[in-house]
């Protein structure tokens, strides 16, 4: 989402750019740039690309989230309209104040943080559907239970929003800014998902270069080898 000068939906992989909608503003972020939302009809629209129509996944982002006692701060939402189909997934912070992630396979399945939001507060959320378990990550670690997934869970061609729930539905986008989505076709590892909060949230501490060696080499010997000397080697110099 660009520098938090100049908005931009390009996605880094260049397979689902998205197109900025509605009052999206460009603002400082947590990582560099971030967008901006006021909450209705405020979105990036990535589409519907093959790509994005996935059955196992990982989605992952940052927000920052002005009210989290608003009816719905949608962060990001994968359906065609407000009730949904298989294949749909989303991420969102609900009015008590906790987040969500959730699918539809053959019913509705969602998990929500134990923990509580802030208003005003960057947060890193993810949610992994690995096709048996749905598994919800707070600021890189499991908040929540993580929840059996019953039915068959089939990608769909949905709208991919960031912001957004879904395009018949815009009262319940986003208020506030997100920074750094992520979409993958993976269920990825909690050890993953850890590292990759930990590498965003304080890059200048996630690693650390200790001093390099220093070490005289050593001077170099003058070997003076006699013709027909045998060394104990059992070479012999002719």
């Known amino acids: 989402l660009k520098d938090g000068t100049t908005l931009s939906g390009s996605d880094s992989t260049g397979n689902n750019n998205g197109t900025i909608s509605g009052n999206t503003t460009a603002a400082t972020g947590k990582i560099d740039g971030s967008s901006s939302h006021d909450g209705t009809g405020d979105e990036v629209n990535v589409g519907n690309g093959s790509t994005l129509s996935v059955t196992t996944l990982t989605v992952s982002a940052w927000f920052k989230v002005n009210d989290v006692t608003k009816s719905r701060n949608w962060v990001f939402g994968h359906r065609n309209d407000q009730n949904g189909a298989n294949g749909r997934f989303d991420l969102a912070v609900v009015n008590d104040t906790k987040l969500y992630g959730q699918i539809y396979d053959s019913a509705y399945r969602s998990v929500g943080t134990t923990s509580t939001l802030s208003n005003n507060t960057w947060y890193y959320g993810a949610f992994t559907n690995n096709g048996s378990?749905?598994?919800?990550?707070?600021?890189?670690?499991?908040?929540?239970?993580?929840?059996?997934?019953?039915?068959?869970?089939?990608?769909?061609?949905?709208?991919?929003?960031?912001g957004g729930q879904s395009t018949d539905l815009p009262v319940n986008g986003m208020g506030g800014y997100i920074d750094e989505v992520h979409l993958s076709n993976t269920a990825r590892s909690s050890g993953w998902i850890l590292t990759e909060y930990n590498n965003q949230y304080s890059p200048s501490t996630f690693y650390s270069l200790g001093n390099p060696e220093s070490t005289t080499p050593p001077s170099p010997s003058l070997i003076l080898f006699r013709p027909g000397a045998i060394f104990r080697t059992g070479i012999i110099f002719r």
């Open 133 to 162: 378990t749905l598994t919800l990550y707070l600021n890189g670690v499991p908040d929540g239970t993580p929840l059996a997934v019953g039915g068959t869970f089939a990608g769909a061609a949905n709208t991919t929003l960031i």
